[in-house]
């Protein structure tokens, strides 16, 4: 336990398993893309256009890094409270399924998919994320399940998804 | 095939299983922690001085993901030729292991575990990079496991890794 135990938190308790948050619409710009890659990825077809255009996919398209770290900023934007979060434990799987282009627009869901506590760290449950992120035409572009610590409210109660 | 034949770029017959390449260093100033989780990841023990005092790290630490997104710039830019990646298809596995705080200083290797060519895609074959990301004592800090596409040069050749 870590975070202010408030009623602007969702702890451990609060969240249901098959809740799902819808995650709005963010438009990649090319000029958002490059920056990124840039920095972080600097393939041609991430960042230099006239070799994107040369390239199978024809164009500009956005490192799956970007997309994941913008899958995360809009899941903290949408969260109806703030999560009580220790930190992120790891994907046990994330998969990049068509490329994100310039000018796509990216949105779709986060469901809470599990969540379980454990003897060994009875303050904080592990709670898994499932991402499915869409294009504009409903496509996937990614999944990917994260694994999440969060602050349990009452660690010495153990009925709700108890320590096993 | 998108990438130049040249001898700058290294193909998929050029990577060999085994081959591991070194990361350098890389330090984490707190400005750079804070840059990056502000704009991705913003919660308190990212971002916040005071907040992260209070918590259990007892300072700010770095985003996971900015970890994630160092450690594939670093493998970009030691890579001994440049990668004729055509494009990233996942993790099989990301674990935060622990955290990174500011000041801490991260490197480690990334090693080709796998190579292997398949009959659907003879342009491109799958090369698995195994992620070891280190601190300045050498305790683990993140590991990933990332396939990626990488072209042939030569797809009517199947005697290396051929496609089954």
């Known amino acids: 336990m870590n975070n202010p135990i408030t009623k602007d938190y969702a702890h451990f308790e609060d969240l249901e398993i098959g809740q799902t948050i819808d995650l709005g619409a963010t438009t990649l710009t090319k ?10 990825d ?19 398209a956005a490192s799956g890094w ?11 934007e949408n ?11 790891g994907f046990t799987n994330l998969k990049w399924k068509r ?4 000018n796509d627009t ?3 869901t986060v469901t809470i998919a ?3 506590r454990t003897k060994s760290r009875p303050q904080w449950g592990i709670v898994t994320l499932e991402f499915d ?3 504009q035409k409903s496509q996937t572009v990614m999944t990917m399940s994260l694994e999440n610590l969060v602050d349990v409210r009452n660690p010495e109660i153990t009925d709700e998804g108890s320590p096993k």
């Not at 393939?43 to 024809?58: M, T």
């Not at 997309?67 to 903290?76: E, P, V």
């Not at 490329?99 to 310039?102: E, L």
């Open 66 to 76: 970007q997309t994941g770290a913008i899958a995360l900023k809009k899941l903290l």
């Open 114 to 116: 599990n969540k379980r």
């Open 31 to 40: 000029e958002m893309i490059i920056t990124f890659a840039t920095e972080f």
């Open 106 to 108: 990216i949105g779709g």
């Open 99 to 102: 490329p994100v282009m310039a």
């Open 133 to 135: 992120i869409t294009n």
């Open 79 to 89: 969260f109806p409270k703030k999560l009580a979060s220790a930190g992120g434990l």
């Open 42 to 60: 600097p393939f041609p077809f991430h960042i230099d256009e006239k070799a994107a255009k040369a390239s199978l996919l024809g164009g500009i």
